[in-house]
């Protein structure tokens, strides 16, 4: 899946650039670059170059930077995409100015506003106007200046506005809530006012009844003018919806790139089902598989810390790591394979026991299977995996301690091999199967139910134990929302 592979390199080398480690985030643009030459991707080829330009941006190498700038900008023009062009050209302009060429950097800052405003980019119109300012401001224009950047601060408050969305969200509610409680309350006192008036008969008749009309003219403004604000409110609100949803689709495009296809596990197992069911549009479960040499297949099933996109970002990662480590290194005993991809995890996520960022890693289970001669090596971080048959359903345990940081003596993860009978099949699963509740006692489906559930359908074709599997929990839950990503795969080989 040299797409899915090339994608991920993308997304570890902007970590690193991102963290001020160049020399590593050029390692892997470049093998994302090669990737995409291999596979004639132009679009992904005009990126790579754009990112490797931005290393030597970094670097303060502004000739090589702006020579591969110039390249990536070119391609992108071939292939018509005004956004990256926005970008390219934003990124020229910069360099430019970095260099004191401000006529060539206001030139390009100005072809890059044009793009933005063309394609409807406010991101990019914001950063336009910036070196717009920048340019202005050098050459002494500053009418100029102080327009652009005005300007840029207006687009930096509305972008910075939507990257608090949710906590703007919950704002927008409590006001509409008190907005409405002052309405209501506004109403009964108005109400009491108007009754009072009454009282007082035909000696302030006309006084009551100008003042009356009066009150009620300025309440129905008032009405009238909440009920706009509301109105607005709510498509703002609506809106900013679209985009979160919208942003979450997007990474699960990128995810789902990452994941094995469906063509590949294909011709890599003979037979076997994958039941998938995120709890969120993107998933902190993961499969991958991996064709070797000799009939030997490995496959893992992993679950990441959280769901949805913290634990999408994580899986992504991870996916990364197992096609460095096993693809590129040639690492393919299942337990070194593990080893391997703590160190790197700790690495990557500065998990260092002074002063951990952050305590994120994933329960893994390893296979390698030898169809050849029905032989199994397994190694796992807090999971397990199952082996059904006509003998019933034995439970191989892996080791309790996750891939990632763990308090005190790091201890390396164990190997265990297994031979298979010919009637034996393999099952592996994250927890989201085995801890969603039961919707009339609210009880655990449990380990021992999905052992009874593997026996009962042993028999059965794969694809049809993934219909059972499927049915079953739907069964079991029925109207309980469902509480973490479910993952379970079957191999008979």
Not at 187 to 199: C, G, I, P, T
């Amino acid at each position: 899946n040299k797409e899915g592979l090339s994608a991920a390199l993308i997304n570890i080398g902007t970590i690193y650039l991102d963290r001020g480690e160049p020399k590593k985030a050029m390692e892997y643009f470049t093998k994302s670059l090669k990737i995409k030459e291999e596979v004639g991707h132009k679009g992904g080829v005009a990126t790579a170059l754009i990112n490797i330009g931005e290393v030597y941006k970094t670097e303060n190498d502004l000739n090589k930077a702006m020579e591969y700038f110039l390249n990536g900008l070119k391609i992108f023009q071939e292939i018509g995409s005004r956004d990256k062009m926005a970008v390219s050209t934003l990124l020229i302009s910069e360099t430019y100015m970095i260099q004191n060429k401000y006529d060539l950097g206001l030139a390009y800052a100005k072809e890059g506003l044009n793009i933005a405003q063309k394609a409807g980019i406010p991101k990019h119109m914001r950063d336009a106007y910036n070196s717009l300012y920048k340019a202005y401001k050098h050459r002494g224009d500053l009418k100029r200046a102080l327009k652009m950047h005005e300007l840029y601060m207006e687009f930096k408050d509305s972008l910075n506005s939507e990257q608090n969305s949710k906590a703007f969200l919950q704002q927008e509610y409590k006001y509409k809530y008190e907005k409405e409680q002052a309405i209501e309350k506004a109403m009964h006192q108005e109400q009491m006012a108007l009754s009072a008036e009454r009282e007082k008969r035909q000696q302030v008749i006309s006084y009551s009844t100008g003042g009356g009309l009066m009150m009620v003219a300025l309440f129905a403004f008032f009405i009238y003018n909440r009920l706009k604000v509301t109105k607005k409110q709510k498509v703002i609100i609506q809106q900013k919806n679209e985009h979160i949803t919208e942003s979450i689709r997007y990474a699960k495009r990128i995810q789902d790139a990452s994941l094995t296809s469906k063509e590949y596990i294909d011709k890599a197992l003979d037979d076997y089902f994958i039941y998938f069911k995120p709890k969120d549009i993107v998933s902190g479960d993961f499969y991958w598989v991996h064709k070797l040499k000799d009939e030997k297949v490995m496959i893992a099933i992993a679950d990441c810390t959280g769901h949805g996109v913290p634990g999408g970002f994580m899986s992504m990662m991870s996916t990364s790591l197992l096609n460095e480590i096993i693809i590129e290194n040639g690492i393919t005993q299942v337990n070194m394979v593990l080893d391997t991809m703590r160190t790197q995890l700790i690495k990557g996520l500065h998990q260092y026991e002074e002063k951990a960022e952050s305590m994120d890693g994933l329960d893994i289970a390893l296979i390698l299977i030898d169809k050849k001669n029905k032989e199994i090596e397994f190694a796992g971080a807090g999971h397990k995996i199952y082996i059904a048959g006509n003998g019933g359903c034995k439970e191989i345990k892996g080791d309790y301690y996750p891939v990632g940081y763990l308090f005190g003596k790091e201890k390396p993860f164990s190997l265990k091999k297994l031979q298979l009978n010919d009637d034996e099949s393999i099952y592996l699963t994250s927890d989201g199967y085995i801890d969603q509740f039961n919707h009339v006692n609210r009880k655990k489906f449990g380990r021992e139910g999905f052992k009874q559930l593997l026996i009962s359908m042993i028999d059965k074709p794969m694809t049809e134990q993934k219909d059972i599997i499927d049915k079953t929990i739907v069964k079991w839950t029925g109207n309980i929302e469902q509480i973490d990503d479910i993952l379970v795969m079957g191999i008979r080989f």
